[in-house]
């Protein structure tokens, strides 16, 4: 089982719709969630952070986390063609030299 | 403020080469990473340093790769020789702490490596 899955892409939405990307992870110790996004060619870049159960709302984007499920989310509302890239889930434990974990990324694409 | 400094960004040699890729942490920070992403992968995480030292290199395949934070500041890695499934680009991220909330990694360009 991978510590990290992502639900497979690619993902493709029409402009203006939401876009719903799904995480689920292994180790019942993580404590902190993050999505990157990550353009073709480039770095990945940090969207959003979460670390208690419960929706988190940043612009057009909530993440949602349910630590009994092991499973985090991530809405992306009024969707636009600059949101298509790919988006990496990542968890970590926040003990010393905990490692953050990424799963293999799921492809978004909006078409205008 | 300055971001993360990665060189080369990109590198073409030959199975059984070797080839060293230099990072420059943010000013600062305590913690730096090297991370390998393959094509169609996400990150997978090669080495961790706090400050000087060594605090996860689970993943690191070493006996061909290794990897050092003199002085804690910048750092190196090497891979000796090189198969052609190094193919990949290496990411190097640094973050202000490695063990609090809402510590984010700061990624470089990365350098992307392509084994022949």
Redesign the interface.
Known sequence: QKEVEQNSGPLSVPEGAIASLNCTYSDRGSQSFFWYRQYSGKSPELIMFIYSNGDKEDGRFTAQLNKASQYVSLLIRDSQPSDSATYLCAVKRETSGSRLTFGEGTQLTVNP | EAGVAQSPRYKIIEKRQSVAFWCNPISGHATL?W?QQIL??????LI?F?NNGV??DSQLPKDRFSAERLKGVDSTLKIQPAKLEDSAVY?CASSPT?????S??H????TRLTVT
């Open positions: 990473y991370y169609g992968q996400g990150p997978k995480l961790q706090q605090v996860d990411l490695g063990v609090r909330y809402n984010p990694l990624f470089g360009n990365g």
